[in-house]
């Protein structure tokens, strides 16, 4: 039982799944009932992860690995770090809610769409698991055809636009990532006279800079496009807005992670020296900082609800790759932390949307206007997620962001002065969205009948809520959790950071360092 | 006397074409004499069962002697016919393409109100000329094998006589193919004159000791060249393809574009690459010209099925793609290209099979269930089969964890090892093109509205023939180790 924890709790979902498909389409209550409890048993079991996750031990726990196909060298190897942890834990968190607030949203073809979710679920947390690059990159295409159709079948009008526009991009970048990849495996076998994809393996490989630059941009190419990085953003907001509501909640929350995270485990610590290179990282820098930007000013100018908090992400993504190209421990501690924070906000964010399009089937920003008298309960709890969005201290988004800016601070100046404008930015449209859709009078006679949150509605923000709180009070256990391994991709990419010595002059180092992740 | 021109070595290294042949003959003589109803001509299918019965044997028999005996390769006929793992490995992808189009063909010729007991004839005497692509080391051999085999699809493209588009279909395919065989045979005239022989062996031995850039050598490369790549609808010389794939019957359809695309592939593998192939030693020639001739071909390929709304036409154009992924993977010409080609078959055999068996259930009274609009709601009509051929279109997209992507994972390293970085990247975006125009279908299928209320037209055969197919590619797809050393088996040494 154990030793195997992490198969469980990445086969749960998927066991969850077969049950399912026995259960007649007909009998929709079952259906629901049903993966509401799968998709709970697969929170369930990912709580021991918590509690026997030792922190601060080097390499990878609740290790499995079994011979998956010899003759290409493939490996069944899972693990976890510290950052699969959070992000595993933001998965299966938010699988169950996704699941509640689908509940009444989605009445026709119910056991196709649980049985995507579920399908969906373990394909995102295999990508957060799998520690063979093959086994990675299964699980990273497994994930494509479910949201396919969760944004294709149960989408808005222009859905099936949407849903392949969202294949094409995203398989067009893992289909060039791939390409790294073989070039990498084949680097391996060429010194080493062995095929395999184990990453610890692979990490040994020493190849030039040039041959690195060429394989990063093709793993750039995978990871931006699905973050997603600033010219390559457009897929995002279609996406988004045509997806349901329970689909826009995953993508934005875990979905996106998978890029961040890719960079994480595989650019930065399989290609150190291209991932140190003077130019690459400041053309990344700049891009990411395009984004915040750029995101934030579209967003602005937003008159679909959804759209807006589709755009934000881009923006506070921005964040998380500025963090990660900063490449010093604040910058990329700040920035996983933000990834869980983005998939807690937006996330939010989202459902907030959901429940007001399933009421008044519209998003148009300036069909609402005083809510808030109509629908306290409501008002509450999207004053908490926004605030929790725009980086209110005490709340989450602050300790994320604060990190983030202080690792780019430290990075180079001009980035952090120009990332700051996204904070304020950030505050400026949402502010506004609360302002114009919750405050003043009501203004049209049909938002005068609508309902308050049900019992259920409210159950499903709650332990957001209380995450969003705890990590806005007190961060230091993620803090905790995180040193270990942000300590060795930066050790991997800057030998000697932490002893004094840096050769690399790409980006100065101070004097000191400060900072929560110290 | 007659041993010395018919020995033990050369009876056992014909057995399953000698198996098939005599299985074919004896088909043609009992449809007379015991099935005079046509209801009872799904009997004929226990001939075919034999025949491939007999015909496995022999092929396992052979298997186990070159295991046993330690030895690469048995020759009979003094070189004609080779025996080895190449060529009995494609002959049992041969083999499970004839199985399974019989199996569910008996339904849809009777659907279609042309069952006749022949046609049984013919996919058993096509398998045999299959065979002797697959194992023929003589130019006079591999020639007739190709005949035998191209004759029978004339015929059998042609085999719905009331139905317009297929007599076209057979007519097209018939001139064009005469047209590309006077090619090859020019080619392999050629090839005798510079040899004087038409072993493979003694060509592949002149050839080498001639310069590459040689003019007659280069006379001979392109036009048997030209030959060969309309076997594989190679474009250019694709244009028969996809007239022939949407009138023929759709199980013909199905055999044509498996079984007779890997015979002439492994027709090609066996003149280009290997010890025996006359035109390895050419190779600085021929590679730049495939090379531009698999682009062409993906391009021409991918590009024209985008706008397809005949399902049976957009899988044509998506089975010249494919043969242009294959091609790449002898541009590569290392051994996990050559290696890479034969999992391609092997997946393919299943993936391909499996969608046109979809469209072959699709096919019903007064219903030609080949277009967009016919498949459209299948998932609201059977979930089971919309959903097997969502798993066939997301392999022959090349989607893990589905058996289509290790044949294009093989080509794409293939092509990585030997440096062709270029012909790399353009084969993968090609992949993101095709997604597009397979999830064309799958978009009919799950999100459309039903066109009309007719059940499926499903038989006990084509249940089986699906379900071998869906679980095959899933399996090859999720457990690949054991399929992976088989195709292993097949490299040419």
């Given at each position: 039982?154990?030793?195997?924890?992490?198969?469980?709790v990445?086969?749960?979902p998927?066991?969850?799944l077969?049950?399912?498909?026995f259960?007649?389409?007909?009998?929709k209550?079952?259906?629901?009932?049903w993966?509401?409890?799968?998709?709970?048993a697969?929170?369930?079991?990912?709580l021991?992860?918590?509690?026997?996750?030792?922190?601060g031990?080097?390499?990878?726990?609740?290790?499995?690995?079994?011979?998956?196909?010899p003759?290409?060298?493939?490996?069944?190897?899972?693990?976890?770090?510290?950052?699969?942890?959070?992000?595993?834990m933001?998965?299966?968190?938010?699988?169950?809610?996704?699941?509640?607030?689908?509940?009444?949203?989605?009445?026709?073809r119910?056991?196709?769409?649980?049985?995507?979710f579920?399908?969906?679920?373990t394909?995102m947390i295999?990508?957060f698991v799998?520690?063979?690059?093959?086994?990675?990159y299964?699980?990273?295409?497994?994930?494509l055809?479910?949201?396919?159709f969760i944004?294709?079948?149960?989408?808005g009008?222009?859905?099936?636009?949407?849903?392949?526009?969202?294949?094409?991009?995203?398989?067009?970048?893992?289909?060039l990532?791939?390409?790294?990849?073989?070039?990498?495996?084949?680097q391996h076998?060429?010194?080493f006279?062995?095929?395999t994809f184990?990453?610890s393996?692979?990490?040994?490989?020493?190849?030039?800079?040039?041959?690195?630059?060429?394989?990063?941009?093709a793993?750039f190419?995978?990871?931006?496009?699905?973050?997603?990085?600033?010219?390559?953003?457009t897929?995002?907001?279609?996406?988004?807005?045509?997806?349901p509501?329970?689909?826009s909640?995953?993508?934005?929350?875990?979905l996106?992670?998978?890029?961040?995270?890719?960079?994480?485990?595989?650019?930065?610590?399989?290609l150190?020296?291209a991932?140190?290179d003077r130019?690459?990282?400041?053309?990344?820098?700049?891009?990411?900082i395009i984004?915040?930007?750029?995101?934030?000013?579209v967003?602005?100018?937003?008159?679909?609800?959804?759209?807006?908090?589709?755009y934000?992400?881009v923006?506070h993504?921005?964040?998380?790759?500025?963090?990660?190209?900063?490449?010093?421990?604040?910058?990329?501690?700040?920035?996983?932390?933000?990834q869980?924070?983005?998939?807690?906000?937006?996330?939010?964010?989202?459902?907030?949307?959901?429940?007001?399009?399933?009421?008044?089937?519209?998003?148009?920003?300036?069909?609402y206007?005083?809510?808030?008298?109509?629908?306290?309960?409501?008002?509450?709890i999207f004053?908490?997620?926004?605030?929790?969005?725009?980086?209110?201290p005490?709340l989450n988004?602050?300790?994320?962001?604060?990190?983030?800016l202080m690792?780019?601070?430290?990075a180079?100046?001009?980035?952090?002065?120009f990332?700051?404008?996204?904070?304020?930015?950030?505050?400026?449209?949402?502010?506004?969205?609360y302002?114009?859709?919750?405050?003043?009078?009501v203004?049209?006679?049909?938002?005068l009948?609508?309902?308050?949150?049900s019992?259920r509605?409210?159950?499903?923000?709650?332990?957001?809520?209380?995450?969003?709180?705890?990590?806005?009070?007190?961060?230091?256990?993620?803090?905790?959790?995180?040193?270990?391994?942000?300590a060795?991709?930066v050790?991997?990419?800057?030998?000697?950071?932490?002893s004094g010595?840096?050769q690399?002059?790409?980006?100065?180092?101070?004097?000191t360092?400060?900072?929560?992740?110290? | 006397?007659?041993?010395?021109?018919?020995?033990?070595?050369?009876?056992?290294?014909?057995i399953?074409?000698?198996?098939?042949?005599?299985f074919?003959c004896a088909?043609?003589?009992f449809?007379?004499?015991i099935?005079p109803?046509?209801?009872?001509?799904?009997?004929?299918?226990?001939f075919?069962?034999?025949?491939?019965g007999?015909?496995?044997?022999?092929?396992?028999?052979?298997?186990?002697?070159l295991?046993?005996?330690?030895?690469?390769?048995?020759q009979?006929?003094q070189?004609?016919?080779?025996?080895?793992?190449?060529g009995i490995?494609?002959?049992?992808?041969?083999?499970?393409?004839?199985?399974i189009?019989?199996?569910?063909?008996?339904?849809y010729?009777?659907?279609?109100?042309?069952?006749?007991?022949?046609?049984?004839?013919?996919?058993?005497?096509?398998?045999?000329?299959?065979?002797f692509?697959?194992?023929?080391?003589?130019?006079?051999?591999l020639f007739?094998g190709?005949?035998?085999?191209?004759?029978?699809?004339?015929?059998?493209v042609?085999?719905?006589?009331?139905d317009?588009r297929s007599?076209?279909?057979?007519?097209?395919?018939?001139?064009?193919?005469?047209f590309?065989?006077?090619?090859?045979?020019?080619?392999?005239s050629?090839?005798?004159?510079?040899a004087?022989?038409?072993?493979l062996?003694?060509?592949?031995?002149?050839?080498?000791?001639?310069?590459?850039?040689?003019?007659?050598?280069?006379?001979?490369?392109?036009t048997?060249?030209?030959?060969?790549?309309?076997?594989?609808?190679?474009?250019p010389?694709h244009?028969w393809?996809?007239d022939?794939?949407?009138g023929?019957?759709?199980?013909?359809?199905?055999?044509?574009s498996?079984?007779?695309?890997?015979?002439?592939?492994?027709?090609?593998?066996r003149?280009?690459h290997g010890?025996?192939?006359?035109?390895?030693s050419?190779r600085?020639?021929?590679?730049?010209?495939?090379?531009?001739?698999?682009?062409l071909t993906?391009?021409v390929?991918?590009?024209?099925a985008?706008?397809?709304t005949?399902?049976?036409?957009?899988?044509?154009?998506?089975?010249?793609s494919?043969?242009?992924?294959?091609?790449?993977?002898?541009?590569?010409?290392?051994?996990?290209?050559?290696n890479?080609?034969?999992?391609?078959?092997?997946?393919?055999?299943?993936?391909?099979?499996g969608?046109?068996?979809?469209?072959?259930?699709l096919?019903?009274?007064?219903i030609?269930?080949?277009?967009m609009?016919?498949?459209?709601?299948?998932?609201?009509k059977?979930?089971?089969?919309?959903?097997?051929?969502l798993?066939?279109?997301?392999?022959?997209?090349g989607?893990?964890?589905t058996?289509?992507?290790?044949?294009?994972?093989?080509?794409?390293?293939?092509?990585?090892?030997?440096?062709?970085?270029?012909?790399a990247?353009?084969?993968?975006?090609y992949?993101?093109?095709?997604i597009?125009y397979y999830?064309?279908v799958?978009?009919?299928?799950?999100t459309?509205e039903?066109?009309?209320?007719a059940?499926?037209?499903?038989?006990?055969g084509?249940?089986?023939?699906?379900?071998?197919s869906?679980?095959?590619?899933?399996?090859?797809g999720?457990?690949?180790?054991?399929?992976l050393?088989?195709?292993?088996?097949?490299?040419l040494?």
């Amino acid at each position: 039982m154990d030793q195997h924890l992490l198969s469980i709790v990445l086969l749960t979902p998927l066991a969850g799944l077969l049950v399912l498909l026995f259960i007649p389409s007909k009998s929709k209550d079952l259906i629901r009932i049903w993966a509401n409890l799968a998709a709970f048993a697969g929170f369930l079991v990912s709580l021991p992860l918590v509690s026997r996750f030792q922190v601060g031990v080097a390499g990878f726990q609740f290790e499995e690995r079994a011979d998956w196909i010899p003759s290409l060298g493939a490996h069944y190897h899972i693990g976890m770090d510290g950052i699969s942890l959070l992000l595993v834990m933001l998965t299966t968190l938010m699988g169950f809610v996704a699941m509640l607030c689908s509940w009444s949203a989605v009445q026709d073809r119910t056991k196709e769409y649980y049985s995507m979710f579920l399908l969906l679920q373990t394909g995102m947390i295999g990508v957060f698991v799998a520690l063979d690059f093959f086994l990675f990159y299964v699980f990273w295409e497994l994930v494509l055809v479910p949201m396919y159709f969760i944004i294709g079948v149960w989408g808005g009008p222009r859905k099936l636009y949407a849903a392949i526009k969202f294949f094409l991009y995203t398989l067009a970048g893992s289909v060039l990532m791939l390409l790294g990849i073989l070039t990498l495996y084949f680097q391996h076998f060429h010194q080493f006279g062995t095929y395999t994809f184990e990453i610890s393996e692979l990490m040994k490989t020493a190849m030039p800079l040039g041959l690195q630059q060429w394989v990063f941009w093709a793993f750039f190419l995978g990871f931006a496009i699905k973050v997603p990085m600033f010219p390559f953003h457009t897929w995002l907001p279609d996406a988004h807005v045509e997806a349901p509501t329970a689909g826009s909640v995953i993508l934005a929350a875990v979905l996106l992670k998978m890029g961040t995270y890719g960079f994480l485990r595989f650019s930065l610590p399989l290609l150190p020296k291209a991932s140190m290179d003077r130019t690459i990282v400041q053309i990344l820098a700049v891009l990411s900082i395009i984004g915040i930007i750029y995101g934030a000013l579209v967003c602005m100018m937003q008159k679909d609800w959804k759209k807006l908090i589709a755009y934000s992400s881009v923006s506070h993504l921005g964040f998380c790759t500025l963090g990660i190209f900063s490449m010093n421990p604040n910058g990329i501690a700040g920035s996983v932390l933000q990834q869980l924070n983005h998939g807690i906000s937006t996330g939010m964010l989202f459902m907030v949307v959901g429940v007001i399009y399933e009421r008044r089937h519209t998003r148009e920003i300036s069909e609402y206007g005083g809510l808030a008298h109509v629908m306290p309960k409501f008002a509450v709890i999207f004053a908490i997620a926004m605030l929790s969005s725009v980086g209110l201290p005490l709340l989450n988004g602050f300790v994320g962001e604060f990190t983030i800016l202080m690792g780019a601070f430290e990075a180079n100046r001009i980035w952090a002065a120009f990332a700051v404008t996204g904070v304020i930015l950030g505050a400026a449209y949402l502010l506004w969205l609360y302002q114009r859709t919750m405050l003043g009078q009501v203004t049209n006679g049909k938002n005068l009948v609508i309902p308050d949150l049900s019992f259920r509605e409210v159950a499903m923000f709650l332990p957001l809520i209380a995450w969003a709180v705890w990590i806005g009070v007190y961060p230091k256990p993620y803090f905790d959790i995180l040193r270990q391994p942000v300590a060795e991709i930066v050790e991997r990419v800057r030998p000697g950071y932490y002893s004094g010595g840096v050769q690399n002059a790409a980006i100065p180092r101070p004097a000191t360092q400060v900072g929560v992740a110290q | 006397m007659i041993q010395s021109f018919y020995t033990a070595t050369d009876h056992f290294t014909i057995i399953p074409a000698v198996m098939l042949a005599l299985f074919g003959c004896a088909i043609l003589l009992f449809d007379f004499l015991i099935f005079p109803d046509p209801r009872q001509r799904k009997y004929l299918l226990i001939f075919v069962a034999l025949a491939e019965g007999f015909t496995g044997f022999a092929l396992f028999r052979q298997t186990a002697w070159l295991a046993s005996s330690g030895q690469a390769q048995l020759q009979g006929f003094q070189g004609s016919v080779t025996i080895d793992g190449f060529g009995i490995f494609f002959n049992w992808m041969f083999l499970i393409a004839a199985m399974i189009v019989a199996l569910v063909s008996y339904h849809y010729l009777e659907i279609a109100g042309e069952h006749h007991g022949e046609y049984y004839s013919l996919i058993l005497l096509a398998q045999c000329g299959m065979y002797f692509l697959a194992t023929g080391t003589d130019l006079i051999t591999l020639f007739i094998g190709l005949e035998l085999m191209a004759l029978c699809f004339y015929i059998m493209v042609g085999f719905l006589r009331a139905d317009k588009r297929s007599n076209e279909a057979a007519m097209k395919y018939l001139l064009l193919g005469a047209f590309s065989s006077g090619f090859l045979v020019y080619g392999f005239s050629v090839l005798y004159g510079i040899a004087h022989s038409t072993k493979l062996e003694d060509i592949a031995a002149a050839i080498a000791s001639r310069p590459p850039s040689d003019p007659v050598v280069f006379l001979a490369l392109a036009t048997t060249l030209v030959g060969l790549l309309f076997k594989i609808s190679a474009a250019p010389f694709h244009m028969w393809a996809p007239d022939a794939y949407e009138g023929a019957p759709t199980t013909v359809t199905a055999y044509l574009s498996v079984a007779s695309g890997a015979a002439s592939f492994a027709f090609l593998l066996r003149l280009f690459h290997g010890p025996l192939a006359p035109f390895a030693s050419a190779r600085e020639v021929w590679e730049p010209m495939l090379a531009v001739i698999a682009v062409l071909t993906l391009t021409v390929g991918n590009l024209a099925a985008v706008n397809q709304t005949n399902i049976k036409r957009l899988l044509a154009y998506s089975s010249i793609s494919h043969s242009g992924y294959m091609l790449l993977g002898l541009v590569a010409g290392n051994e996990t290209g050559i290696n890479g080609i034969a999992v391609y078959v092997m997946v393919y055999t299943f993936m391909n099979l499996g969608a046109f068996l979809v469209l072959v259930a699709l096919r019903r009274q007064k219903i030609i269930g080949e277009d967009m609009d016919d498949i459209s709601g299948l998932m609201h009509k059977s979930p089971g089969y919309a959903l097997l051929m969502l798993v066939f279109l997301l392999s022959l997209a090349g989607i893990p964890p589905t058996a289509g992507f290790l044949g294009k994972y093989y080509i794409f390293l293939s092509l990585i090892q030997t440096g062709h970085y270029t012909l790399a990247v353009v084969a993968t975006l090609y992949v993101a093109v095709a997604i597009y125009y397979y999830f064309k279908v799958v978009r009919s299928m799950f999100t459309g509205e039903e066109t009309e209320k007719a059940p499926l037209a499903t038989s006990f055969g084509l249940r089986v023939a699906l379900a071998v197919s869906g679980v095959m590619t899933l399996v090859i797809g999720i457990y690949p180790e054991p399929f992976l050393r088989l195709a292993q088996t097949s490299l040419l040494r």
